[in-house]
């Protein structure tokens, strides 16, 4: 399920919230990223899926890529497609944590034949939330877990714990960004509050 537009949030709103997560992350302001993705975590809360809840396995969030020249908004999901056990990984499925995290330009799928190029943590650690079936958290963890930002599913967000965007919009967001930050590292921003 995709929202009928896109975000619409305006730059003044995102630099300022984005601002706020990057001063809450214990970091210095002065040091604030000149390009970055600003993700919202269940943006659309209020106008899709369960009202005043951030649901699971629809497009409810929404991303902004920021540059001094550049601001674009797109649908997407940050959240796993679905709470409780994941079989192939043996624990319950990951949700990233708010906060700044590194994200680079890598292959999503490495070992698969139809793998193709995306973006994610690229060796650097990440905070997830291991989420059981009722939405509780069973427990925190750092580390690799190939958290990536990718093109999600027709029929779904196919994600077990990645950030995804539409694959309607996944061609136009990929070649954005990848344009913006080539093979640099960039910061990840993703809040879990919506703007007021």
Same mark, same amino acid.
């Given at each position: ?23 809450? #992350?214990?970091? =210095?302001?002065?040091?604030?990223? &000149? ?16 009202? =005043? @809840?951030?649901?699971? #396995? ?14 674009? &908004? ?15 990984? =043996? ?27 995306? *973006?994610? @943590? #690229? ?9 059981? @079936?009722? #939405? ?8 690799? *877990?190939? %958290? ?22 996944? &061609? ?11 093979? =640099?590292?960039?910061?990840? %921003?993703? &809040? ?5």
């Amino acid at each position: 399920m995709n929202p009928p537009s896109k975000p619409q949030a305006t730059r003044a709103q995102v630099e300022a919230a984005a601002r706020e997560w990057w001063v809450q #992350g214990g970091k =210095d302001v002065a040091l604030f990223p &000149s390009k970055y993705v600003f993700a919202v975590r269940g943006y659309y809360e209020d106008s899709m899926g369960k009202k =005043d @809840q951030n649901d699971v #396995g629809i497009n409810d969030d929404a991303f902004f890529i920021v540059t001094p020249t550049h601001f674009s &908004s797109w649908n997407g999901n940050t959240d796993p497609s679905r709470y409780g056990w994941n079989a192939g990984a =043996d624990k319950f499925m990951a949700r990233l944590k708010p906060g700044c995290w590194s994200f680079i330009r890598l292959k999503h799928k490495m070992s698969s034949p139809n793998g193709y190029m995306a *973006f994610g @943590q #690229g060796g650097k650690n990440v905070t997830v939330e291991r989420i059981k @079936q009722d #939405g509780s958290v069973a427990v925190t963890e750092s580390g690799q *877990f190939g %958290i990536n930002l990718h093109r999600g599913g027709n029929t779904g967000t196919s994600s077990e714990g990645c950030q995804t965007v539409p694959p309607a919009q996944w &061609s136009d967001f990929d070649k954005t960004l990848s344009a913006i930050v080539g093979k =640099d590292r960039f910061d990840y %921003i993703l &809040s879990d509050k919506p703007f007021t």
